[in-house]
C-alpha cells in the first residue's frame, strides 16, 4: 500500500525514531494527516512539528505510546481540515488602524510572559497549533474592501518562531493568508504582538494565558482551568469577537474631533522603530506602599513621574502647549462585555510646564483630572466622537480614505499627546502556574510622533513599567530613574543598551 506521508516527514521520521517504532509512528502521523487540508508546505511543517514534539518528549522520559497520546492527533479537531469562509467588519476603533500604518509604523503591542526555565520551541509549537482552534476570531488576515478593511479567515499552521526583531516590529500584511499577530521566543521569553485590529490588552492576555497552560500542560504539569484563560476544547462564542462600541452609543450630541496640539519632548525621530525598549522592575508593594503614603493609586504616582520627565525632556521653549498624557480606559469595566476585541478609551491628563513643580504638589491636580477623565459619562463621550469620525468616513471608497486617516491620526491622534501611560494592571494566574512563571511585561508599539510611551503591568510582587522610545536622546528616560531613585524607588534595569 502507498505510504500517503510526504518523503521530507518519513525522512525526518526514520532520523529521529528507532527502526522498530516506525509503525506506530507511521500510524499516528497518518492520522494527524488525515485532519490536515492546508497546503503541501504547511502540511509538511505541522507534521514535522509533530516530530520534533514527539522527539523531545521521548527524549525526556516518555514511551512513544505515552507521548503520542500526551499529543493525541484528536486535539486538533477539524479546525485545520475544514475551509473556513467567516469574515470579520473591523470594530469601531481598529477602523483607524490600516488606514493609519505606513511601511515603518503601525499599531503593533506585545505582551510578554517570562518563565523560570527556557522555552522548549517544539512544546511551544505545538502548544499554539491546538490553541488556535479556540480563537477563530484570531486565525485571520486583513484584506481590503471597497470602503474599510476587514479580517477574512485564514487556514494556515501558525508558527511559533524566534525572536529576531525589534519588539512591535511591523508585520507584512497583504499576503493570501499573512497573519496579523505572531507567537515569538527568546529564552525563557514567550511574547505575542497584536496588530492592534485584533484585540486590545485584554484580549491579548486571555490568548497568552491559554496559551501558556496549554504549553504547561503538553510539558507534564498539572494545570487546571481557570476564569482568565479559554478551555482550548470549548466552543468559540460570537461574543468573543462582537463589536461592542455601540453598548456606549448616547443621544446627547458630541462636537469636534480633536484636542489642541500637545507639547512634544525633544529628540530627533530616527528611521528605526523603535529606538529603545526599557524596563524598571519595581517591587508591586514598595509602589504601591508609596502610592498609599501619598493617598493616591499606583497609575497617579506613575503619572507624576512621567510629568516631571516630559518637563526635563522638553525643548526650551514650549509656547502655550501643554504636557498632555494619554490614559487609556478599558471600558469593560462599565459595560458586560465578554469581547476579545478592542474595547477600551481613553482620557487625557494635561498640564502646563510651569505648572509640573514637584511630585507632592502636583498629585491632587492628576487624582483630580483621572478621576473626571475616567468617569464613564466622559469616556462615553469620547468613544461617540470616535463613532463620529467612523460614521462620516463610511461611505468614502477606502482608496481616498487612507490618506486622510493616516494625516488625522499621525497629527490629531499622536500629537494631542505628548506620551501615553496604559496600565494592564494585574496579571492573574492560579497557584499552579505560579512555580513556572516569573513575571510578565507589556510593551506598547511605537507612536508617529511621541518621543516615548509607557506601560505598566504586575505580577505578584513584580512590576514591570515599559518605556517604548522613539528618539536617541535620553531624557526622559534619565530624568525617571532619577526621580525614582531620589524618591525611595530603585528600578532593576533591563532592555536596549
Known sequence: MRNPLPRSCQREAEKLFSVEEQPKLRAYLIDVLARLNLTTKHTEQMLSDHLQALHYLTEHGLTLEAAMERLSSAQLSDFYLKERKEWYPLDHAAKIYP?????KRMMVFRVSCYLKEPVVPAMLQMALTYTMKRFPYFATTIKCGFFWHYLDSATRRFAARPETKLPCSVMKLGSVASPSFRVIYYQNRISV????????????????RTLLKTYLRLMGEEIPEFQDAFDIDGTPQPVEWSDDFPLCDKPNEVHGFADKPAMQMRGMLPYEQPNRVLHFNFSTEALLKQARSKGVTIT????????????????????????????????????????????????????????????????????????????????DQTMQLSRKLVRYLRFVPLIVKRPIAYLIYGFLGDGVFTSTLSNLGEVKTPPEME????????????????RAVCSL?????????????NTTLTAFEDSLYRHFTENGLTPYMEGSD
Not at 99 to 103: E, F, I, V
Not at 333 to 351: A, E, I
Not at 457 to 464: G, I, L, N, T
Open 99 to 103: 488606514l493609519s500604518m505606513s511601511l
Open 193 to 208: 504582538e497584536f496588530f492592534h485590529i485584533l484585540a486590545d490588552g485584554t484580549g491579548a492576555l486571555i490568548f497568552l
Open 300 to 379: 497617579a504616582l506613575l503619572l507624576g513621574y512621567m510629568l516631571l520627565a516630559c518637563k526635563d525632556a522638553a525643548p526650551s521653549h514650549t509656547g502655550k502647549r501643554k504636557i498632555q498624557i494619554q490614559l487609556p480606559v478599558n471600558m469593560r469595566k462599565f459595560y458586560p462585555s465578554t469581547t476579545l476585541r478592542n474595547f477600551s478609551m481613553y482620557c487625557g491628563l494635561r498640564l502646563l510646564p510651569s505648572e509640573v513643580t514637584t511630585l507632592d504638589d502636583i498629585l491632587p491636580e492628576i487624582t483630580r483630572q483621572v478621576k473626571a477623565g475616567t468617569a464613564k459619562e466622559a469616556l
Open 435 to 450: 512555580r513556572y512563571v516569573d513575571k510578565f511585561d507589556f510593551v506598547l508599539g511605537p507612536p508617529i510622533q511621541n
Open 457 to 469: 503591568c504586575s505580577y505578584h510582587d513584580k512590576a514591570v513599567f515599559t518605556v517604548v522610545k
